[in-house]
């Protein structure tokens, strides 16, 4: 079967504009999340979602971040008035269950191959 | 605040020899989720495992092993008999609560498995 599907795969993008970001999870995964990775920062988790919802978007690194997932399917991050500290790489991941979840199998993640970003 | 310490910047081992990871964590919440991961040269990042905070049974997968102490506040990583495909980076993370609230990754720790 699939697994999660980003896009696009790189993006280049000028200070200032928006840009949109997709994650197409596994069929059924009712979890989602979306990291970055960046040179400056490591690893950073940014949200969560279970089914539609995101309980907590403390993770966003500003408000120029939002995160929607609708159909329980698809997400995307939008970053608006890029600057270049958003340059990194984004994941998506996807588990069937997420926390909350008893250990196993159910809880998971299966990678996406990433968005590249680059804000010139 | 919540933290995640790997405190080995770097590792090389022989093949086949055995490997352990160190991940201290510092949490105040009682209920919170420790991570492994792997990210070997190609980039892409592999989850390797997920534990509870009420659940401290220790897990075998294969040659992965891990072993949470609470009493320690340490999630190490053991690989038993290297094998060179298992170089990579490896990172450990704590996410606090049940919505990924205050999740922090580790350093990582560069492994290299030499043939």
């Known amino acids: 079967g699939a697994g999660v599907s980003q896009s696009p795969s790189n993006k280049v993008t000028e200070k200032g504009k928006d840009v949109e970001l997709r994650c197409d999870p596994i069929?059924?995964?009712?979890?989602l999340y979306w990291y970055r990775q960046s040179l400056g920062q490591g690893l950073e988790f940014l949200i969560y979602?279970?089914?539609?919802?995101?309980?907590?978007k403390s993770g966003l690194p500003s408000d120029r971040f939002s995160a929607e997932r609708t159909g329980g399917s698809v997400s995307t991050l939008t970053i608006q008035r890029t600057q270049q500290e958003d340059s990194a790489v984004y994941l998506c991941?996807?588990?069937?269950?997420?926390?909350?979840?008893?250990?196993?199998?159910?809880?998971?993640?299966?990678f996406g191959p990433g968005t590249r970003l680059t804000v010139l | 605040a919540q933290k995640v310490t790997q405190a080995q910047t770097e590792i090389s081992v022989v093949e086949k020899e055995d490997v352990t990871l160190d991940c201290v964590y510092e949490?105040?919440?009682?209920?919170?989720?420790l991570f492994w991961y792997k990210q070997p040269p190609s980039g892409e990042l592999v989850f390797l495992i997920r534990?509870?905070?009420?659940?401290?049974q220790n897990e075998i997968s294969g040659r992965y092993s891990w072993n949470f102490q609470k009493s320690t506040s340490s999630f190490n990583f053991t690989i038993t008999a290297s094998q060179v495909v298992d170089s990579a980076v490896y990172f450990c993370?704590?996410?606090?609560?049940?919505?990924?609230?205050?999740?922090?990754f580790g350093p990582g720790t560069r492994l290299s498995v030499l043939p």
């Open positions: 979602f279970q089914g539609n919802s995101a309980p907590d």
């Open positions: 993370a704590l996410s606090e609560g049940n919505y990924g609230q205050n999740f922090v």
């Open positions: 069929s059924g995964h009712t979890a």
């Open positions: 534990r509870n905070s009420f659940d401290e």
């Open positions: 949490t105040r919440d009682t209920t919170y989720y």
């Open positions: 991941a996807s588990s069937l269950r997420g926390f909350g979840a008893l250990a196993g199998v159910s809880n998971e993640q299966f």
